[in-house]
């Protein structure tokens, strides 16, 4: 683990719109994840739950506040930076699984080394060794209609973690899915964290859910209210 912290985030605040509409989301966050890390996100609706997510995603900017990732300042890069960054450090997981339909597992994974610019043989190569880590082999031809939702929700997997990212963002991730699925989705996803090192952020209402992160942090109108780490995986 490197001295200083994967992501830290300080005094992060996110206010909408402006004058009399303006609404602030956030009122001052303070968080600092460690590479390897595996925290949980919960709170209830309008929390700012997502607000934190779409900013740690680099897909939004904070009002006032600093947020670094790497040694990067996220906050004062460019648009088009904040792309490159989260091309190449992060992944996202999402509860709709978002695949294109029509479009074979094989495809879909292949997506995000298409973006990059990757020639075809390296990124069939990546991708059949992704779809092979999640449990998917001999299903690259199959489309998502030919598939469950937890084969679905695996090829998302494997399309998020085909770059290599260092931190896997999951919104929901079993929210589609039923209570044995999500187990195994669950299970997935922490040996990803176990044996790749990937850090994994998620999001989910289910404190059984919740109940696989190392570390659980309780948002409330705002503010970052408890911050809760275990000793032992489940
Ligand atoms: P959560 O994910 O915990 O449900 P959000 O981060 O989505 O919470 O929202 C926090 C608060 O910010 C909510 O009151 C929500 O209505 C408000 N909000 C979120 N996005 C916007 C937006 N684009 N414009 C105005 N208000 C927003």
Redesign the pocket.
């Given at each position: 683990m490197s001295a200083s912290p994967l992501i830290s985030l300080s005094g992060i605040t996110k206010t909408?719109?402006r004058g009399h509409a303006a609404?602030q989301?956030l009122k001052g966050i303070d968080l600092e994840i460690d590479s390897g890390d595996f925290l949980a996100i919960m709170?209830p609706?309008?929390?700012?739950?997502?607000?934190t997510m779409n900013i740690l995603g680099c897909l939004d900017t904070p009002t006032s506040g600093s947020y670094r990732l790497k040694d990067v300042q996220v906050e004062r890069l460019e648009r088009s930076q904040r792309a490159l960054l989260r091309r190449h450090c992060l992944g996202f997981v999402f509860q709709g699984f978002n695949l294109l339909p029509r479009t074979t597992a094989l495809e879909n994974v292949e997506l995000p080394l298409i973006y990059r610019g990757e020639p075809a043989s390296s990124r069939h190569e990546a991708a059949r060794a992704a779809l092979a880590q999640v449990g998917l082999k001999g299903w690259e031809s199959h489309t998502p209609a030919e598939l469950s939702g937890g084969q679905q929700q695996r090829v998302a997997i494997a399309r998020a973690i085909v770059t290599r990212p260092e931190v896997l963002l999951a919104d929901e991730p079993t929210g589609n899915l039923d209570t044995r699925t999500s187990r195994e989705i669950m299970e997935l996803i922490v040996s990803l964290n176990e044996k790749l090192g990937i850090t994994v952020l998620m999001v989910t209402h289910e404190p059984d859910i919740a109940a696989y992160a190392r570390r659980v942090v309780h948002?409330v109108d705002g503010f970052l209210e408890s911050d809760e780490r275990k000793r032992e995986i489940l």
């Amino acid at each position: 683990m490197s001295a200083s912290p994967l992501i830290s985030l300080s005094g992060i605040t996110k206010t909408y719109g402006r004058g009399h509409a303006a609404f602030q989301a956030l009122k001052g966050i303070d968080l600092e994840i460690d590479s390897g890390d595996f925290l949980a996100i919960m709170g209830p609706s309008g929390s700012g739950k997502s607000t934190t997510m779409n900013i740690l995603g680099c897909l939004d900017t904070p009002t006032s506040g600093s947020y670094r990732l790497k040694d990067v300042q996220v906050e004062r890069l460019e648009r088009s930076q904040r792309a490159l960054l989260r091309r190449h450090c992060l992944g996202f997981v999402f509860q709709g699984f978002n695949l294109l339909p029509r479009t074979t597992a094989l495809e879909n994974v292949e997506l995000p080394l298409i973006y990059r610019g990757e020639p075809a043989s390296s990124r069939h190569e990546a991708a059949r060794a992704a779809l092979a880590q999640v449990g998917l082999k001999g299903w690259e031809s199959h489309t998502p209609a030919e598939l469950s939702g937890g084969q679905q929700q695996r090829v998302a997997i494997a399309r998020a973690i085909v770059t290599r990212p260092e931190v896997l963002l999951a919104d929901e991730p079993t929210g589609n899915l039923d209570t044995r699925t999500s187990r195994e989705i669950m299970e997935l996803i922490v040996s990803l964290n176990e044996k790749l090192g990937i850090t994994v952020l998620m999001v989910t209402h289910e404190p059984d859910i919740a109940a696989y992160a190392r570390r659980v942090v309780h948002f409330v109108d705002g503010f970052l209210e408890s911050d809760e780490r275990k000793r032992e995986i489940l």
